[in-house]
């Protein structure tokens, strides 16, 4: 049981996650690798502010969306004025940045040790501390993000994005401002992200540059793709099985432990292609007339 609440915990931090990522991706058009560094900053600031600051856990989580927001300007702000094609690569720097700050930066995240003894989540006195209370806790954070998002999908902002995704030109010629709007696009993602990075935190209790690397933003990518680009549906959908696919592997009889992450990325890589070939709007995404 204890296993299955843990799959659990983890397949709502990832839908968080995924769907903070349909905002760029999936709503805009923006491909931009580097969701897990924004996921790290998140983290990182939660963890150092309730470990060596004596704050609590929503105070702390107030506190890595906005730093999490004043990075994301870092990359968005001047990214975003170029060609897409320089935007990813804009975007993949960025990521390889903030990991290597995480590794390198001894005095603040200690390397690749780890911060551990984070301590757990709690609300007036009460400690989210058994997998029951931080499910329902990160059920609610689920729940209130999926919300949020699907509420910008159906405003007039969302419906500016959308614009921009399908016919940026013709958006510009009814006099939005599309830079503006990317950005602040941008910076929601990026402080939704750290909403889940505030999760993990406080749920492992320790936190590594390894779990923010770009194998982390390639899932993120993948996960979408499968579900469904700019379908929330579809990104709650891919995540629950990319999330739990992996785990199944754990089952299988003579199979080495060694080899799991290998056999994890090859299935992730094998997915990409076969929906990049065979089913680009993902299992739950709309073909294009």
Known sequence: MDYLLHILIIVLI????????????GFTGIFA???????????YTVALLMKSGGFSFFPAMICAVGITVCCSLLIAIPGLRVH??????????????????????????????????????SVFGFEFESKPSFLFLCLVLCSAVVYFVRRIETSSFGLVLKGIKDDEVAVKSIGKN???????AFAVAAGLAAVAG????????????????????????IALIFGGVGRIPGA?????????LPELLRFIPYLPSTILGGTRDLIYATILVFFM?????????????
């Open 14 to 25: 990832n839908i968080i996650l995924v769907v903070s990522f349909n905002i760029l991706l």
């Open 33 to 43: 690798l580097c969701h897990a560094a924004f996921y790290g900053v998140g983290a």
């Open 84 to 121: 897409w094609d320089y935007m990813v690569i804009f975007a993949f720097s960025f990521q390889m940045i903030v990991y290597h700050v995480m590794m390198n930066w001894m005095e603040l995240t200690r390397g690749p040790q780890g911060i551990p003894g984070i301590p757990p989540a």
């Open 178 to 184: 599309v830079t503006l709007h990317k950005i602040v």
């Open 198 to 221: 505030s999760l993990i935190a406080v749920y492992i209790s320790y936190i590594s540059p390894g779990y923010f690397d770009l194998h982390m933003s390639v899932f993120v990518v």
């Open 236 to 244: 709650v959908l891919g995540t629950l099985v990319l999330t739990a």
């Open 277 to 289: 070939l065979y089913r680009p709007q993902g299992l739950m995404g709309k073909a294009r007339q």
